[in-house]
């Protein structure tokens, strides 16, 4: 009987798991970045049905790996989860475990090189280029672009150097990232396709994901369980909001 209700709690996890990493790579910024950078909508397509298999087939290995884990150390508290990747190189060969502290330093580089670049060219390219200097060369945008990248590295390299908790910053960040384009997304582009499609503007797309990113925030600070639900509904409300206050000024 135990062993059927821990079978049917571990196949229901993997269920949770695997809903929640589908859904949070659908509005994971470096895939939009890839999708609205494409040439073509062809490139697109095809660039995201290429993504499918690896992100599947990588979260998939980090559910079964992390739950494996958790099984042979029931033990660990919420303090130590960071160092389950560190238990588990202590568990295989030496030749395996160089190859995962060689991918370790590879994947830091990229994934802080990847995040930087789809900062800084959010920002460019819907922040400065949009509304700030419509008419900047390309010079002008890489000179921007170059600046930001600069401030932005140093940013991040002071609050990896007082703030070292990794695991934190990546459930808050994912937070953030999914309250503030859930409704630009899953609200705002069915709305493009309806009368009211002079609603969905810089303004209102700008002012929701604001809105979205310092509500998750306020209520992460309170500790409240939700706080990404709050960010969304913000982030809807304020879309809504500013829409039908900018409704002209987007249709000009």
């Not at 369980?225 to 829409?243: K, N």
Request: net charge positive.
């Amino acid at each position: 009987m135990g062993s059927s209700r821990l079978r049917c709690r571990w196949i229901n996890d993997c269920r949770s798991l695997g809903r929640l990493n589908i859904l949070g790579h659908r509005n994971e910024p470096a895939l939009l970045l890839r999708i609205h950078g494409a040439k073509d909508e062809k490139a697109a397509r095809w660039g995201v049905l290429g993504c499918i298999p690896p992100i599947l087939m990588a979260g998939l290995y980090a559910v079964l790996l992390g739950l494996s884990i958790k099984a042979m150390n029931p033990g660990f508290t919420v303090a130590q989860r960071e160092m389950a990747a560190g238990w588990f190189l202590t568990q295989i060969p030496y030749a395996l475990m160089l190859v995962f502290l060689i991918f370790g330093p590879i994947t830091i580089i990229t994934t802080l090189d990847s995040s930087i670049h789809s900062v800084v060219a959010n920002i460019t390219r819907d922040i400065y280029v949009a509304i700030l200097k419509p008419g900047a060369s390309d010079r002008e945008v890489v000179r921007v672009s170059r600046i930001l990248s600069v401030i932005l590295t140093a940013l991040v390299y002071g609050l990896a150097i007082y703030w070292p908790e990794v695991l934190g910053w990546l459930v808050v960040t994912y937070g953030i990232s999914a309250a503030t384009l859930a409704a630009p997304i899953f609200i705002g582009y069915p709305l493009t396709k309806t009368k009211y499609y002079t609603m969905i503007n810089r303004y209102s797309t700008i002012a929701s994901i604001i809105a979205g990113a310092v509500a998750t925030y306020i209520m992460y600070i309170r500790r409240d369980p939700i706080y990404s639900g709050w960010g969304v509904l913000a982030s809807a409300a304020t879309l809504l909001i500013v829409g039908l206050i900018t409704m002209r000024k987007g249709s000009k």
